[in-house]
Nanobody
């Protein structure tokens, strides 16, 4: 069964940090690009970051310099390190997999390109 499971969300104060994990099972992570998305209440799901099979990365402008995406294929896990968190980062964060993406230097794959999704993890930034 192809599965992605997010973890690491929680409540953090503004300026704090969290590291999200996206654990893959039932398939070989190395053959897939991974995207992180988020959805705040009343808003559309938006792309946050992505990483290709070769390790190239891309970020939406609002998180550049604060978030870092990385992958450990041996552990079948992709991470999203989030620093300097802001209240506007509050959302449910999802990871998703897209096959055979060798580079994302220009842009992340479109949302409808992703084959399957995790269930999400809540991130709340509040004092």
């Amino acid at each position: 069964q192809l599965q992605l499971v997010e973890s690491g969300g929680g409540l953090v104060q503004p300026g704090g940090s969290l590291r999200l994990s996206c654990a893959a099972s039932g398939f070989t992570l190395a053959y897939y690009g991974i995207g992180w998305f988020r959805q705040a209440p009343g808003k559309e799901r938006e792309g946050v970051s992505c990483i290709s099979t070769s390790g190239s990365t891309n970020y939406t402008d609002s998180v550049k310099g604060r978030f870092t995406i990385s992958r450990d294929n041996a552990k079948s896990t992709v991470y999203l390190q989030m620093n300097s968190l802001k209240p506007e980062d509050t959302a449910v964060y999802y990871c998703a997999a897209v096959p055979r993406v060798s580079t994302v230097r220009v842009m992340c794959p479109a949302k409808n390109s992703y084959s399957f999704w995790g269930q999400g993890t809540q991130v709340t930034v509040s004092s």
